[in-house]
């Protein structure tokens, strides 16, 4: 079954309701919908590499490694996979933040799928301006096409309030003025574009000017970290949607008095931790229809649940 | 030559005159602004929490003892950078009533996420 994106807002309109799918292949998938612009790929997010506390995920040595597996034991491998930031944990030494990079850059080259996005968190890039993450992983924003879709990387992290910034908002201006107002639109990014949570640093202080920028294009998704948790929110008709993360689960927003990160469950290991497939297939109108999938760190063989 | 009526009376004019003023200055020392002196260091706010009056006006006088910090408070819509060396200013005069969380969003290290305090406004 394809849940379509019209479908998608009617369900998040009646409160948000669960509607991810458990995991599958495209090969099972295919229902007779598809067509050769078809694709799929994989967002993962927060894998804050060099985070050590064991109270906390006493496999932090493992947890990004298992993923990779889950990833390469696809039956359907993704087109491409997006790292929407927090690739490292932070560290204020510049020598142990690229050791940290080179590591992760080491190990997630056991992937078998080569083409690999990678987008700064505040963890990789806010000490440094993002210099670091650019001599390991290249630029902080930047555009890409796959498949008809345009991809835009926006880079919320490395400004020193982790805002967009003037610069950047006049980039996106400009990328943004030649493209049709049908063209289907995919932005990746770190942080929430919109006020999730602003006590809790959910939020990007100038958010509201990318989202006012991306609102008079009609076929526009948000897909972000940062929040280590699922999320689905409409921001007038665009959808946003956070990813789990790959280190340690954070509370439902408001849930605590404070976010902390979450404890790990010996009766659940890796709960609350994850990454996400994402299906595009063409929609009746021609434009994409996206199926989003959750995948839990190992394959539990039921996905999240 | 004035009468006596007319000293009584301007005797009873600077009366009403100094009674007026000693109000207004009643008043005013109650309006007075509180002044809340906070130091930043990673990765605390002291004091962090701050009690202020509701309607009074706040001046938040902030230093940092070690790095660049910042302080925002999303919800009463105050920011400030706090620099080593310098005391930044924030104004306020708070309308409401409540709890209100502020945090350091200029990101300054391992414990960064943990910089938080509370602005408690008082009926």
């Not at chain 1, 998608?8 to 599958?24: D, I, N, Q, S, Y």
């Not at chain 1, 298992?66 to 696809?74: E, G």
């Not at chain 1, 796959?146 to 490395?158: E, L």
């Not at chain 1, 409409?234 to 509370?251: D, E, K, N, T």
Request: proline share 6%; aromatic share 10%; net charge negative.
């Amino acid at each position: 079954m394809i849940i379509s994106r019209r479908d998608f807002l009617k369900v998040a309109g009646v409160g948000g309701a669960v509607f991810l799918m458990g995991p599958r292949n495209l090969a099972e998938a295919a229902d007779g919908h598809s067509t050769q612009d078809d694709f799929f790929f994989v967002q993962m997010s927060d894998t804050h590499w060099g985070f050590n506390d064991p109270k906390i995920n006493p496999d932090s040595q493992g947890t990004l490694k298992k993923a990779i597996a889950y990833v390469n034991s696809l039956e359907t491998q993704p087109d491409f996979i997006a790292f929407t930031g927090d690739l490292t944990h932070n560290t204020e030494d510049p020598g142990e933040r690229r050791k940290r990079m080179a590591e992760f850059r080491d190990i997630i080259s056991e992937l078998k799928v080569k083409n690999i996005k990678f987008l700064p968190g505040e963890h990789d890039a806010s000490f440094d301006k993002g210099e670091a993450f650019q001599e390991f992983f290249g630029k902080t924003h930047y555009i890409f096409d796959h498949k008809g879709v345009h991809f835009i990387a926006i880079d919320n992290v490395s400004e020193k309030t982790s805002t967009i910034g003037d610069a950047q908002l006049q980039w996106l201006s400009e990328i943004l003025k030649p493209l049709d107002k049908e063209s289907p639109i995919v932005v990746l990014t770190h942080r929430p574009l919109f006020d999730l949570l602003p006590k809790w640093d959910w939020w990007t202080q100038d958010g509201a000017k990318a989202m006012e920028l991306l609102m008079p294009f009609k076929n526009v998704i948000v897909l972000y970290g940062h929040i280590h948790q699922e999320n689905h929110h409409v921001a007038g008709h665009i959808p946003l949607y956070s990813a789990r993360g790959l280190m340690y689960p954070l509370p439902a927003p408001a849930s605590l008095p404070k976010r902390i990160q979450l404890p790990w469950d010996p009766a659940d290991p890796y709960k609350g931790m994850g990454f996400r497939g994402v299906e595009a297939r063409a929609g009746k109108t021609g434009n994409p229809e996206y199926q989003l999938t959750g995948y839990s760190v190992i394959n539990k063989g039921g996905g999240y649940r | 030559m004035r009468s006596v009526s007319g000293e009584r009376s301007a005797g009873g004019l600077i009366i009403i005159l100094f009674l007026i003023c000693l109000a207004v200055d009643v008043f005013a020392a109650d309006q007075a602004e509180q002044i809340i002196r906070i130091t930043a260091k990673k990765f605390e706010y002291s004091p962090n929490e701050i009690r202020l009056k509701k309607g009074v006006p706040a001046v938040l006088e902030f230093t940092s003892l070690d790095r660049l910090h910042g302080f925002i408070c999303p919800d009463l819509d105050i920011r400030t950078d706090i620099n080593p060396g310098k005391v930044s200013t924030v104004r306020l005069v708070p309308q409401k009533a409540g709890t209100y969380d502020f945090h350091c969003d200029i990101f300054c290290g391992e414990g960064h996420e943990d910089m938080a305090g509370t602005i408690i406004v008082e009926e």
